[in-house]
């Protein structure tokens, strides 16, 4: 377990540098089959999931700051803020733009 955590670690501390398999496999000293079978047991998701998950969540914290949407999609690593709404949409079935719309009080 302490393999998988430090792949854990090494993924949420910037989830916007992407890592190969290889660097995942030296970290863990695991082989990437067994990394990957092993993680998705442990956390439920698959390294790559995973590493989505805290990009979408670092994206969140950004919109909900004030941050326009193009800086955000950029600073999470994404290539662009159509690539980005399409991460969020398939992650949490709306849009960035009706989530922040959601978070401001109605007047």
Same mark, same amino acid.
């Given at each position: 377990m302490p393999? @998988? *955590?430090?792949?854990?670690d090494? !993924?949420?501390a ?5 890592h190969s398999?290889?660097? @995942? ?8 089959w067994? @990394? ?9 998701t698959s ?6 998950m805290?990009?979408?969540?670092w994206v969140?914290?950004m !919109?909900?700051?004030?941050m326009?949407f ?11 803020q159509s690539?980005m709404s399409? @991460?969020?949409?398939?992650t949490y079935? *709306?849009?960035p733009v009706?989530?922040a719309?959601? *978070?401001?009080?109605r007047?």
């Amino acid at each position: 377990m302490p393999s @998988l *955590l430090r792949v854990r670690d090494l !993924i949420a501390a910037a989830p916007s540098t992407p890592h190969s398999a290889e660097s @995942l496999e030296r970290v863990s000293c695991l082989d990437r089959w067994t @990394l990957a079978r092993q993680f998705r047991a442990a956390f439920g998701t698959s390294p790559s999931a995973f590493r989505t998950m805290r990009r979408l969540d670092w994206v969140r914290r950004m !919109i909900r700051d004030g941050m326009p949407f193009a800086e955000a999609a950029v600073e999470a690593g994404c290539a662009d803020q159509s690539h980005m709404s399409r @991460l969020f949409k398939r992650t949490y079935g *709306l849009t960035p733009v009706r989530w922040a719309a959601a *978070l401001s009080p109605r007047a």
